[in-house]
């Protein structure tokens, strides 16, 4: 039976501003306050999604989220009609009211954590939101990431469905943004690579001093254990806390991976050696033969990694064999990025070609090409009982691409949030939204 890895791709919400939210994400917090692009931003995603589409390779699509929330705001003390909440927070606690309208489920490598079904005990593909609990704006999204994944995904015969873990730093989550997984074909059973920047309860572990670790030993550790995957098919390792502090709050914006290929900066991990030993291991005996590409410091600097986001990048198997590595413009403009790209792909090695997506409304709020995507390995069987509305076609392109530009401000800053018009205008366009990817009742204001 053929298998698959569909990327799906999260479509970029209404409100998306630059509100500067994410400390520890260097791109997030020098580009706030900047006016931002909501329809250019939706608009670019969607390119991306047809020209990968256009590749041959299977696409989806993963909604977005209600906002602003105003749900959120009540339960912080704010009350009336949703048009007086909105009010009240714009006068009294600005910061909340533009954290209620954060797009960053657009990021959806964050949404949740999925294991292929060749994986599992019970052979059916797992699905576990991220609390992302680090950050208030993003806390906030598990609920109707839940909802709108279970409408995606919902014959309990393939697929099941794992609420977040508790909402506490302990076990902090951050989804598939620091998990990856290796495997000779999509359909075989492969070894899930689980990064973690700190231990919760054991002091042994080294952590960051100026950022956070988002991800947390225990939380990765729960998710295995939730997705019935065995010993011999998991590998932890720990992100090196200096680059931590130096931007990479993500696994991903240091570390990439497909079939039996880590792409990774040298100063990715602790302990790379015995870490790339079990992993070389643990997949011998899967039938694979694992190969690693560390990038060296002397080529691309850390900062150069987290500025081109040349690791938060798609890599992607071709028909031949060969590797397409998926990168954001960011990495035509750094020369040593650009050179060592043009170094790789001429080495002969497993990656043999580089495309470039102009995502720049995307990347100035501190998300790439693999930020905006959650991967999801699948037989041809369970692709068929997938909702078939979110399968990207040149027909749902066009459809969406007409819905955005009929919904969707061209400018949006942050006195533009305390606008109560701009929730209508989220709700109308949302609910038009379900229908056209044929989710159901998936938000809150469609519920109660």
């Not at 750094?334 to 790209?341: A, D, G, K």
């Not at 790439?368 to 909702?387: D, I």
């Given at each position: 039976?053929?298998?698959?890895?569909?990327?799906?791709?999260?479509?970029?919400?209404?409100?998306?501003?630059?509100?500067?939210?994410?400390?520890?994400?260097?791109?997030?917090?020098?580009?706030?306050?900047?006016?931002?692009?909501?329809?250019?931003?939706?608009?670019?995603?969607?390119?991306?999604?047809?020209?990968?589409m256009d590749m041959g390779f299977v696409q989806?699509?993963?909604?977005?989220?209600?906002?602003?929330?105003?749900?959120?705001?009540?339960?912080?003390?704010?009350?009336?009609?949703?048009?007086?909440?909105?009010?009240?927070?714009?006068?009294?606690?600005?910061?909340?009211?533009?954290?209620?309208?954060?797009?960053?489920?657009?990021?959806?490598?964050?949404?949740?954590?999925?294991?292929?079904?060749?994986?599992?005990?019970?052979?059916?593909?797992?699905?576990?939101?991220?609390?992302?609990?680090?950050?208030?704006?993003?806390?906030?999204?598990?609920?109707?990431?839940?909802?709108?994944?279970?409408?995606?995904?919902?014959?309990?015969?393939?697929?099941?469905?794992?609420?977040?873990?508790?909402?506490?730093?302990?076990?902090?989550?951050?989804?598939?943004?620091?998990?990856?997984?290796?495997?000779?074909?999509?359909?075989?059973?492969?070894?899930?690579?689980?990064?973690?920047?700190?231990?919760?309860?054991?002091?042994?572990?080294?952590?960051?001093?100026?950022?956070?670790?988002?991800?947390?030993?225990?939380?990765?550790?729960?998710?295995?254990?939730?997705?019935?995957?065995?010993?011999?098919?998991?590998?932890?390792?720990?992100?090196?806390?200096?680059?931590?502090?130096?931007?990479?709050?993500?696994?991903?914006?240091?570390?990439?991976?497909?079939?039996?290929?880590?792409?990774?900066?040298?100063?990715?991990?602790?302990?790379?050696?015995?870490?790339?030993?079990?992993?070389?291991?643990?997949?011998?005996?899967?039938?694979a033969k694992f190969e690693s590409i560390s990038?060296?410091?002397?080529?691309?600097?850390?900062?150069?990694?987290?500025?081109?986001?040349?690791?938060?990048s798609q890599l992607l198997s071709l028909a031949?064999?060969?590797?397409?590595?998926?990168?954001?413009?960011?990495?035509?403009?750094?020369?040593?990025?650009?050179?060592?790209?043009?170094?790789?792909?001429?080495?002969?090695?497993?990656?043999?070609?580089?495309?470039?997506?102009?995502?720049?409304?995307?990347?100035?709020?501190?998300?790439?090409?693999?930020?905006?995507?959650?991967?999801?390995?699948?037989?041809?069987?369970?692709?068929?009982?997938?909702?078939?509305?979110?399968?990207?076609?040149?027909?749902?392109?066009?459809?969406?691409?007409?819905?955005?530009?009929?919904?969707?401000?061209?400018?949006?800053?942050?006195?533009?949030?305390?606008?109560?018009?701009?929730?209508?205008?989220?709700?109308?366009?949302?609910?038009?939204?379900?229908?056209?990817?044929?989710?159901?009742?998936?938000?809150?204001?469609?519920?109660?």
């Amino acid at each position: 039976m053929k298998s698959f890895e569909v990327n799906f791709d999260g479509l970029v919400g209404p409100t998306h501003n630059y509100g500067g939210l994410s400390f520890g994400n260097v791109a997030s917090q020098s580009n706030s306050q900047q006016a931002s692009n909501p329809k250019e931003a939706a608009l670019q995603g969607l390119e991306k999604m047809k020209a990968l589409m256009d590749m041959g390779f299977v696409q989806g699509v993963l909604a977005p989220q209600e906002r602003p929330d105003v749900a959120a705001l009540r339960s912080l003390g704010f009350s009336g009609t949703d048009a007086q909440v909105i009010e009240r927070a714009a006068k009294d606690a600005m910061p909340l009211l533009v954290a209620s309208c954060s797009a960053s489920s657009m990021w959806v490598a964050n949404a949740a954590t999925v294991s292929p079904s060749a994986d599992t005990a019970d052979g059916r593909v797992h699905f576990t939101a991220a609390n992302l609990n680090c950050k208030f704006h993003r806390s906030i999204e598990h609920p109707t990431t839940s909802r709108v994944l279970g409408a995606m995904f919902a014959d309990q015969q393939h697929f099941a469905h794992h609420a977040a873990l508790p909402a506490v730093a302990q076990f902090g989550d951050e989804g598939a943004a620091n998990h990856t997984r290796f495997c000779r074909d999509y359909g075989e059973a492969g070894v899930e690579f689980f990064v973690y920047g700190r231990s919760a309860f054991d002091s042994r572990y080294p952590a960051p001093q100026k950022y956070p670790a988002r991800q947390t030993l225990e939380a990765s550790q729960s998710v295995a254990r939730l997705h019935g995957l065995s010993e011999e098919g998991v590998v932890f390792a720990q992100q090196n806390p200096s680059v931590i502090d130096q931007g990479v709050f993500h696994n991903d914006v240091i570390a990439v991976g497909n079939g039996e290929l880590l792409f990774h900066h040298q100063d990715a991990f602790l302990n790379t050696e015995a870490m790339l030993d079990e992993l070389r291991r643990k997949l011998a005996a899967r039938g694979a033969k694992f190969e690693s590409i560390s990038v060296p410091r002397d080529q691309v600097t850390v900062d150069d990694a987290v500025r081109s986001y040349l690791f938060n990048s798609q890599l992607l198997s071709l028909a031949d064999g060969s590797m397409l590595l998926i990168v954001p413009e960011e990495c035509r403009a750094n020369p040593r990025v650009w050179s060592y790209l043009q170094g790789l792909t001429s080495a002969g090695g497993p990656i043999r070609e580089v495309k470039v997506f102009d995502l720049k409304q995307s990347m100035q709020n501190g998300g790439g090409p693999a930020c905006l995507r959650l991967r999801v390995a699948l037989n041809e069987t369970e692709l068929a009982a997938v909702n078939p509305g979110v399968i990207m076609s040149a027909p749902l392109y066009d459809t969406l691409t007409g819905w955005v530009n009929k919904h969707y401000r061209d400018a949006l800053r942050e006195s533009d949030l305390a606008d109560p018009q701009l929730l209508l205008e989220c709700r109308t366009a949302l609910d038009e939204l379900t229908q056209i990817l044929k989710l159901g009742s998936v938000y809150p204001f469609q519920i109660n």
